[in-house]
């Protein structure tokens, strides 16, 4: 169901299925996935069907210390899920499907796995819960551990994208990347015309990358996602694509508080689809409130029996933000008058 527009399309049957076989299906194998700086498993179906699977970090109410910095972030396993669900509700389709999933730590990881490094790493903690924390470069430790209660574990479970070999993708380093440094700043937080440069720079300089791009940044700002280095598009559509929006996990730390330069591309550069625009704006609408929506199509999760997936002070942030991108888009109306 890949497009040149879209992952997938929401009225596609598949979709449900799809979702339900991620929450339900036998899990045959569980191994760590190399690369990133935090554990994550690869998990394996019956029908040779993998997923990405993060484990539940902190709990649903934690705030993100406000003494972190963006790139020491825990990931956590309900922001990938809700993600997912902010992308559909805002129209992109750009986010692979994630459902999340109760599993036993013991016999769905810990007494299959066939990854030595993996199983070393499981003890049982002084109040009898199974734990583990893998190899990893972030928080893989026995001071950091992921734990059972005393076996149940909350994940998510992540669509693996085709193999690719069949669909091969190209990684792009995004304009307005953060410096990932404690002290120096990035060129776009020096220079309010910075988005001059970029509109002159391939491929931002024709089609619709840079309304991608600014699409991205809005999804971003509304869940505080700080984490977006880099991005990818599959090769066979060349440079007029869509973005996938990869990588959620260290969205929706904080509640109490917004960050702006999140929105840097819409406030420098003055553009937004006007599709995009228009949803924002009939989800600020009273009958179409966008906390009410996502509180909605979060119940569809099955992890929602549990627990809320996200708290009410997420949900009420996300009117909050949403609010704040239509006072930048309104500002840029006052002053280009250049919707595209």
Not at 104 to 122: A, C, G, M, Q, Y
Not at 165 to 192: F, G, H
Not at 297 to 320: C, G, K, M, N, Y
Request: charged share 25%.
């Amino acid at each position: 169901g890949i497009s040149r527009w879209e992952l997938y399309n929401r009225k596609d049957p598949n979709l449900a299925q799809l979702t339900h076989y991620l929450a339900t299906q036998h899990i045959l194998g569980s191994v760590q996935k190399k690369g990133g700086t935090q554990l994550k498993l690869l998990i394996s179906f019956p029908n040779y069907g993998q997923a990405l699977l993060k484990p539940m970090k902190q709990t649903r109410h934690a705030e993100t210390d406000v003494n972190l910095f963006y790139f020491s972030d825990f990931e956590r396993h309900n922001a990938e899920i809700a993600a997912f669900h902010l992308d559909r509700l805002l129209g992109f389709n750009r986010i692979p499907p994630v459902v999340g999933r109760l599993i036993n730590v013991t016999t769905e990881i810990k007494e299959i796995t066939t990854d030595r490094r993996l199983s070393k790493t499981f003890f049982t903690s002084p109040a009898g819960n199974v734990c583990f924390y893998g190899q990893c470069e972030y928080y893989c430790s026995v001071e950091h551990p992921v734990c059972g209660q005393p076996h149940m574990l909350e994940v998510s479970l992540a669509t693996m994208l085709p193999d690719l070999t069949i669909a091969p993708r190209r990684s792009w380093r995004s304009p307005w990347r953060r410096s990932y440094s404690r002290t120096k700043l990035a060129q776009w937080e020096k220079d309010p015309a910075y988005c001059d440069t970029v509109k002159q720079t391939p491929p931002y300089n024709q089609g619709t990358r840079l309304v991608d791009l600014i699409d991205m940044a809005v999804l971003d700002f509304l869940m505080s996602n700080m984490d977006r280095h880099h991005y990818e598009t599959f090769e066979q559509f060349g440079n007029n694509t869509f973005l996938l929006h990869l990588d959620n996990g260290r969205a929706f730390g904080r509640h109490s508080q917004d960050e702006p330069s999140i929105l840097a591309p819409l406030q420098q550069c003055c553009r937004i689809r006007r599709s995009t625009f228009l949803r924002l704006r009939l989800l600020s609408l009273p009958d179409f409130r966008l906390s009410d929506i996502m509180r909605e199509s979060l119940t569809q999760d099955p992890l929602s029996r549990v627990a809320p997936l996200l708290s009410e002070p997420h949900l009420s942030a996300l009117d909050r933000r949403l609010a704040k991108v239509l006072q930048v888009v309104q500002t840029c109306q006052e002053k280009h008058d250049d919707l595209d």
